[in-house]
C-alpha cells in the first residue's frame, strides 16, 4: 500500500499563495486532498485522476486552487491561490482505493492518508 508524506503548509497572510506536495511510495490511482479545520469535519478540497486528465474541486477553492501529479515522481500537488483565512486547516493527502473514480468526493472511499500539514492563514 503506498505511503504518503505531505509537506508545504505554513503560515501566510490573506491573498498569499502556497504549494503543498504529497509524496507517494508504492502504487496510487484517483488522488485527493482533504482538509479539517478545528472544531469542523474533514471536508473534500480536490482529486485529480491518475492520468491526470481529470479533477474536481469543491465550490469553496474553484478558481483559486489547481490539483495536479507528476506520476514519474509519484507526487501530487495543490497550488493554493489568493489564500483566505476560512482556508486554515489541517490539509490531508489521500489515495483512492482501486478503481474508484476522481469524482467521487467521499472521504470514506480512500484508504491511505497522509500525516496532514497545517495551513493557517492569517493577518
Known amino acids: 500500500q503506498a505511503q504518503l508524506v505531505e509537506s508545504g503548509g505554513g503560515l501566510v497572510q490573506p491573498g498569499d499563495s502556497l504549494r503543498l506536495s504529497c509524496a507517494a511510495s508504492?502504487?496510487?490511482?484517483?488522488m485527493g486532498w482533504f482538509r479539517q479545520a478545528p472544531g469542523k469535519e474533514r471536508e473534500f478540497v480536490a482529486a485529480?485522476?491518475?492520468?491526470?486528465?481529470?479533477?474536481v474541486y469543491a465550490d469553496s477553492v474553484k478558481g483559486r486552487f489547481t490539483i495536479s501529479r507528476d506520476n514519474a515522481k509519484n507526487t501530487v500537488y495543490l497550488q493554493m491561490n489568493s489564500l483566505k483565512p476560512e482556508d486554515t486547516a489541517i490539509y490531508y493527502c489521500?489515495?483512492?482505493?482501486?478503481?474508484?473514480?476522481?469524482?467521487?468526493?467521499?472521504?470514506?472511499?480512500?484508504?491511505?492518508w497522509g500525516q496532514g500539514t497545517q495551513v493557517t492563514v492569517s493577518s
Open positions: 508504492g502504487r496510487t490511482g484517483t
Open positions: 489521500a489515495a483512492a482505493r482501486t478503481g474508484i473514480p476522481y469524482y467521487k468526493n467521499d472521504p470514506g472511499l480512500y484508504d491511505r
Open positions: 485529480i485522476s491518475w492520468s491526470g486528465g481529470g479533477f
